[in-house]
């Protein structure tokens, strides 16, 4: 049993939406890690009969979903865990199923990461120049494995407004020895004439049905100028990013004004968009980098889609 179950029932629980609202908790991965041990963790304070302690995990999962709409490893997750309760008969089966799922979640995030890395590094340049947008765990992953294969590319990455992910990407590129730069996010057109970009790698925090790939604003854009100039657009997606939904029923996440500008500086009456997902079309995407290698968008949602936990587990 983890040490968040000593808690008061619901204290974990917040913390963690309220975490993964802060940003404190970032990247669709990490994500889905922190929701599962989350409501496991909660299931752990929960008594009664069997129905009504998957009712009240069904209630916990509900207000975990909320704290980031747009990441679908969360839905996942906690789906997974959701399955694991409503697949035992008593109290005591129910705590320790919710607990062995999630660690399942955390065991099969890292060795997603891991297969994505070794299969996705094939499909970097021998050397040359790729472009990066925000900070995706998996595809630095993917990068890292590259580099300690023999490749030598540089890495051109963005800054990511509002909230400069790019310095994570950098750090974290120059940790596994790789050589990188930073750029604004408007001078991706401009590298992308001026230079031989021969990739673009994202992330991903959802795949629709209809492959579209939901990741940090600015994706679609990158993308849409890259298959312009025929530079090859891959996203690091592991199963838990797949979803059954189509896209017009994926959210997207609008945060805070106050992360773009300082609101003292704006006149009366102006307003700050701040949407931070995009959805870019699947013909836009060259494959998605997976478990089993660079899949085509419908092969990958054919591959994973019959894998996700069965929505039913949520009512
Ligand atoms: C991060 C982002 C990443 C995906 C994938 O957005 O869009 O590309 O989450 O990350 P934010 P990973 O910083 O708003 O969470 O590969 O680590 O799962």
Known sequence: MSAASAQRPGQGLRRTVEDIRSMKVRGAGAIGVAGAQALADHVQTLEGRPNEVLQGARQAACELDTARPTAVTLHNGLGWVLAAVAAASSLAEQKRNALQAARLVAEQA???????????????????????????????????????????????????RPFRQGLLTVKALREAGIDCALTVDSAVEHHLATRDVDAVLVGADAVARDGSLFNKIG???????????????????????????????????????????GLADLPPGVRVLNPVFDRTPPDRITGYLTEEGLLSPAKAVARNV?????EEVWR
């Open 110 to 160: 890292k060795a997603s990461k891991a297969a994505i890395a070794q299969q996705g590094a094939r499909h970097m340049p021998d050397d040359g120049l790729v472009l990066t947008h925000c900070h995706s765990s998996a595809a630095v992953a993917v990068l890292a494995a590259a580099h300690k294969a023999g490749k030598r590319f540089d890495v051109i990455a963005t800054e990511t």
């Open 219 to 261: 994706t679609s854009g990158v993308a849409a100028l890259a298959h312009l100039r025929d530079v090859p657009v891959y996203s690091a997606a592991g199963l838990h990013k797949f979803t059954t939904r189509g896209p017009e029923a994926i959210p997207i996440e609008e945060r805070d004004g106050a992360e773009v500008v």
């Open 306 to 310: 019959p894998q996700l936990p069965p």
